[in-house]
């Protein structure tokens, strides 16, 4: 019977108790085997999440806008990082229909319009009458 049991770590998935000296064996072991996976991880080459393009420098990589609904952590490089910031202005500001630049009023589609943006009023009203 072990005078002092020591509780095991829930990411180490193992059941019951541990002596000292196997608990300090485990716990160096757990901290090695994460110190490997984060150098492999620093180590690996970035790659942009749209194009799949390498990204070797800190000055080619952008962190998407959080209204882009993209990943978190993800990294994008110069052309897409600047394709999607154009995309989403062209969608919040432009009718989705139409191509007219929204005035201060702006209309969100029904959902089973299955329309992606906004629209403006003549359009929207077309949708509705087609649509009912």
Known sequence: MLSHRYKPRPEWKVQGFFCSGCHMEKTKEFI?????EKTKFEQAPDICNLCKKELLLETDQYKPSWQWNMERESILCKCCY?????????????????????????????????????LCRKCWDKQNQVRP
């Open 82 to 118: 600047e394709k999607q910031a154009l995309d989403y202005e062209k969608k919040m500001n432009y009718c989705t229909t139409c191509s007219n630049r929204l005035a201060f009023i702006r209309y969100n589609p029904k959902p089973r319009w299955n329309i992606e943006g906004q």
């Open 32 to 36: 090695l085997r994460q110190q490997e």
